[in-house]
């Protein structure tokens, strides 16, 4: 009868339909907040926008407070030289800015003859089709807005025998404009004063968060909030200095080409930056088509082409890697579907914090864990042990991306062990995922033919390596002489003995494989051998040491009872037991191991061999010294 521990035995039907009603209660309850902070969020935008956008500033603004906070101004001093700063450069900036788009808006119709010329040339190249459709839209959009610009006169029909009666077209009013501009000046002091009070309480802020969700584990929340603060405010810091930089160098090159309204690109460059991938595009297509429009011939858009392009090559590589030092954290596709979330639920706004924001909630959830699924979901970092992986892709018989998770191992470290690391605890979690019902017997099977071909795969590869070698070795023996030959020596007398499983059985090849590369030829019992099979096979062959090999839960059970059976039969047999996953210093199961005869208990490959050298060593000089004295 199959021996299983307590604590592996598969829970009662009761309680596996428990844990399922909860689990079900638990997404239905996630998924109903879920919609709720959605509802939330799109409902309350006039208010959230404005706190979210005085949550980044904060961020942004903290460290330079600190900064004038160490030049003994006081909070309230540092935190009013900042706000003031601040704000006023934006809103000297905006003013610009929204100037410029007046001007712009009343010259576009002054631009229609650079197009038409620069649209001939096009069509002295190829007509039809593309070119005509984009001569109609543009001469259709220059109308629009000399008719917006520039109002005419229109004659009512007249009536028989009446004199027409001129009706002149005026522009509306702008008091219908006036609810519109209190609720942006609103929102604008909302943030200011949010930023204020923000950073004037920072610290009790940070004290209230710690008592809400980590008073009980005070010094890990404090650690985490540090790191969450510090790489926020680096962040932001380091992508505002870029696109600012940007922006200014955009401004000035456009200035000195003479492309009209440089202030306002050079601005809109800056601000579009913030969206990753396809903002560059957008800042650099709107001074290019004015360029376009606003200069006869082709050297001037071709120079602001250029100008973009060699910005932004400088700003990738050089500005950057040097302000990062690090990725924004946060996945590609993560953050694509996160820029089309924010964009839809708050539009232009949310197209721009869609990045920060982002950024914000990876940082903070890595640290809270009621919000870890979203750090899972939206983080660049692996979120998966490279043996669980290992494991999933076994699981999965996809053996291609399992050789790519060895390989990103030995990328990535090279002085792994590959069998250790990798192979062995995915071997072990294959058991207990069997014990315990997690796995049926088809996919075991599955899993072990994978396992079985990757440990081919990998063989090929360092048999196609070590031929490599020995090529290079020759090649540099046949350039300065003759090479220096070691004798190989092939140590027998080493039997693998499986605790019961073809698991085992595999683990013992893989250590038969290492071991030969040492000269030991390690002899294997199969897995389905019994009790009296092994003590039968010990009796005859006469081993000097025997390797019991037993992966968990059950390998445990089985190597001491045949650690028993060995000891009391033969007495002076050397034992070793490898138990993949067990740690020098558990005495819980190597005390009870080495009590029934184990002289050596191990829990990797690497010390497996050291101790079947070591073994064999002390077993070789005992008989050496024996036939001395005879």
């Known amino acids: 009868m199959a021996v299983t521990l307590d604590a592996e035995r598969p829970p009662p039907p009761e309680s596996i339909e428990s844990d399922a009603n909860l689990r079900y209660g638990r997404g239905t309850m996630m998924a109903l907040g879920g919609a709720v902070v959605l509802a939330i969020l799109y409902f309350a935008s006039s208010v959230l926008i404005p706190i979210a956008l005085a949550i980044l500033l904060s961020f942004l603004l903290s460290p330079v407070v600190r900064g004038f906070e160490r030049l003994r101004l006081g909070r309230i001093g540092s935190v009013v030289v900042v706000v003031v700063l601040a704000f006023g450069l934006l809103g000297a900036i905006s003013f610009g800015v929204f100037t410029q788009v007046t001007y712009l808006a009343d010259e576009l119709p002054n631009y229609r003859s650079n197009i038409r010329a620069k649209v001939a040339d096009l069509q002295g190249v190829t007509s039809g089709g593309l070119i005509d459709k984009f001569t109609h839209a543009f001469e259709d959009v220059m109308a629009a807005v000399e008719r917006g610009t520039k109002p005419r006169p229109r004659q009512l029909q007249k009536a028989e025998g009446e004199e027409p009666v001129p009706v002149v077209m005026q522009a509306p009013s702008v008091l219908w404009q006036i609810p519109t501009l209190l609720e942006g000046l609103a929102s604008a002091g909302l943030v200011l004063v949010l930023v204020i009070f923000t950073l004037l309480e920072r610290r009790e802020l940070r004290d209230r968060f710690i008592r809400l969700i980590g008073h009980g584990r005070l010094a890990v929340t404090t650690r985490a909030l540090d790191e969450a603060a510090e790489r926020i405010s680096r962040y932001l810091l380091a992508q505002s200095l870029i696109n600012a930089s940007y922006g200014v160098a955009v401004g000035v090159g456009l200035a000195a080409l003479g492309v009209p309204y440089a202030l306002l690109w050079g601005f809109m460059a800056a601000l579009l930056r913030f969206i990753p991938y396809v903002g560059p595009f957008l800042g650099a297509g709107m001074p290019l088509v004015l360029s376009l429009a606003a200069f006869p011939g082709w050297s001037t858009p071709l120079l602001v082409a250029g100008l973009f392009a060699i910005v932004e090559l400088a700003t990738n590589l050089v500005a950057e890697p040097l302000l990062y030092g690090q990725s924004a954290g946060v996945s590609q596709v993560a953050l694509l579907a996160a820029i089309a979330f924010w964009t839809w639920l708050w539009g232009p706004i949310g197209l721009v914090l869609a990045t920060p924001l982002t950024v914000c909630l990876v940082v903070l959830s890595k ?95 360092a048999e196609e390596d070590q031929a490599e070698e020995e090529e290079k070795a020759r090649a540099a023996a046949a350039d300065g002489g003759e090479p220096e030959r ?135 000089t005992t008989a050496e010294s024996a036939v001395v004295n005879a």
């Open 367 to 461: 640290h809270v864990p009621e919000l870890r699924f979203i750090f899972y979901l939206l983080a660049d970092e692996e979120v998966l042990e490279p043996d669980v992986r290992l494991y999933q892709r076994l699981l999965a018989a996809d053996l291609d991306e399992a050789v790519e998770v060895v390989q990103e191992l030995r990328a990535a470290n090279p002085e792994c062990n590959v069998y250790d690391d990798l192979l062995l605890p995915a071997l072990a979690r294959t058991r207990i995922d069997r014990e315990t019902h997690r796995l049926s017997s088809d996919e075991e099977l599955r899993m072990m033919r994978s396992a079985r071909q990757l440990l081919a795969t990998l063989n090929a590869q």
């Open 486 to 620: 070691v004798a190989t020596v092939r140590i027998e007398g080493v039997l693998g003995c499986p605790a019961g499983c073809d698991a085992d059985e595999l683990v013992l090849q893989i250590l038969a494989r290492e071991l030969a590369r040492d000269g030991i030829a390690l002899d294997l019992l199969w897995s389905g051998a019994g009790s009296l099979e092994v003590l039968g096979t010990v009796e005859s062959s006469e081993p000097r040491v025997v390797c019991i090999a037993g992966l968990p839960p059950r390998g445990e059970l089985t190597a001491r009872y045949l650690c028993r059976r060995l000891r009391r039969q033969f007495p002076n047999l050397v034992i070793i037991v490898l138990l993949p996953g067990v740690k020098d210093g558990d005495t819980a199961v190597i005390g009870p191991l080495q009590s029934v005869g184990a002289n050596v208990v191990v829990g990797t490959l690497r010390a497996a061999q050291e101790a079947l050298r070591e073994s064999l060593t002390r077993e070789t």
